[in-house]
Every structure is written in structure tokens, then in C-alpha cells.
Nanobody, 115 residues
Framework: QVQLVESGGGLVQPGGSLRLSCVAS????????MAWYRQAPGKQRELVAA????????NYPNSVKGRFTISRDNTKNTVYLQMNSLKPEDTAVYYC????????WGQGTQVTVSS
């Protein structure tokens, strides 16, 4: 069973930046397309970024395109999410998983964008 541990969240002012990390246990991480998701209070969880197994292909919804960048380091079993120009509507708990949600969810990391 793969375990996911997210970190890097925090409180940031609008326009600020954060870099999230997600470490996965197990070497099978490298064969999967990975994604970041977020869930705001009262809303469904949504995908905000995805990356191919080798890291050469990424995609984003329009809501974060141009502001968020997903990357990965398969030698460290880690996927990252660089978030710039943060907005209050980015406030949510952020999670990583495969893009097919194959593994159990981690605890997530809280991102709060507020002045």
C-alpha cells in the first residue's frame, strides 16, 4: 500500500507563492501519472494539476493555468506543486494522488490565502 505525505502549505497573502511537496512510499511511484487535487470547504475535490510518469507532459484547468506548475523527482518519489499569484479562492486542503486516484488519500496540506 502506497502512503502519501503532503507538506508545504501555510498562510499566505494574495499574490504570494507556496511550494507543496508530496512524498510517496514505494518505488512504483515512478510508473504512474501523478496529480494534485484540492478541496475547499463545502466543495468537491478537484484536480488542479497532472504530470506524466516521466515528467514531460503536464496539464492544468483554466483556473490555475499560468499560476501553478507541477513537477516531479522520481529519484525522490516526490511530486511538487509550485503555486504563484495565489488568490483567496485557492484556499483549500491540497492532496496528491495518481490521476486515477488509485491510492488512499494522505492527510493533505492546508493552504490559506488571506490578507
Amino acid at each position: 500500500q502506497v502512503q502519501l505525505v503532503e507538506s508545504g502549505g501555510g498562510l499566505v497573502q494574495p499574490g504570494g507563492s507556496l511550494r507543496l511537496s508530496c512524498v510517496a512510499s514505494g518505488s512504483i511511484f515512478r510508473i504512474y501519472r501523478m496529480a494534485w487535487y484540492r478541496q475547499a470547504p463545502g466543495k468537491q475535490r478537484e484536480l488542479v494539476a497532472a504530470i506524466s510518469s516521466g515528467g514531460w507532459s503536464t496539464n492544468y484547468p483554466n483556473s490555475v493555468k499560468g499560476r501553478f506548475t507541477i513537477s516531479r523527482d522520481n529519484t525522490k518519489n516526490t511530486v511538487y506543486l509550485q503555486m504563484n499569484s495565489l488568490k483567496p479562492e485557492d484556499t483549500a486542503v491540497y492532496y496528491c494522488n495518481t490521476d486515477q486516484v488509485l491510492w488512499s488519500w494522505g492527510q493533505g496540506t492546508q493552504v490559506t490565502v488571506s490578507s
